[in-house]
């Protein structure tokens, strides 16, 4: 049985910071290209940063220069460091595992930035 288990979540001030782990099981984690996929209320879910399974990075313009994502594939986990936060960030964080067509989500964490 896969599970993603998103942690890391709260309540922070603008311009503070979160990590946000996902911790992964029943999957060959090294094989798998990790996400992160955020949704504000009202809005579309939309992908955050991305780590390919060689460790190539990807982030939405709006994260860079703030967020880093991260992975350790002797512990199943990938990280998301976020930095400088705005209120605009708050959203539901979710965790994705990618390999091929097959995709797996976490229940997601919320992030909430107060201003």
């Known amino acids: 049985q896969v599970q993603l288990v998103e942690s890391g979540g709260g309540l922070v001030q603008s311009g503070g910071s979160l990590r946000l782990s996902c911790a992964a099981s029943g999957i060959i984690f090294s094989r798998y290209r990790m996400g992160w996929y955020r949704q504000a209320p009202g809005k579309a879910r939309e992908l955050v940063a991305g780590?390919?399974?060689?460790?190539?990075?990807t982030y939405a313009d709006s994260v860079k220069g703030r967020f880093i994502i991260s992975r350790d594939n002797a512990k199943n986990t990938v990280y998301l460091q976020m930095n400088s936060l705005k209120p605009e960030d708050t959203a539901v964080y979710y965790c994705?595992?990618?390999?091929?067509?097959?995709?797996?989500w976490g229940k997601g964490t919320l992030v909430t930035v107060s201003s």
């Open positions: 994705n595992a990618a390999l091929g067509i097959v995709n797996y």
């Open positions: 780590i390919s399974s060689s460790g190539s990075t």
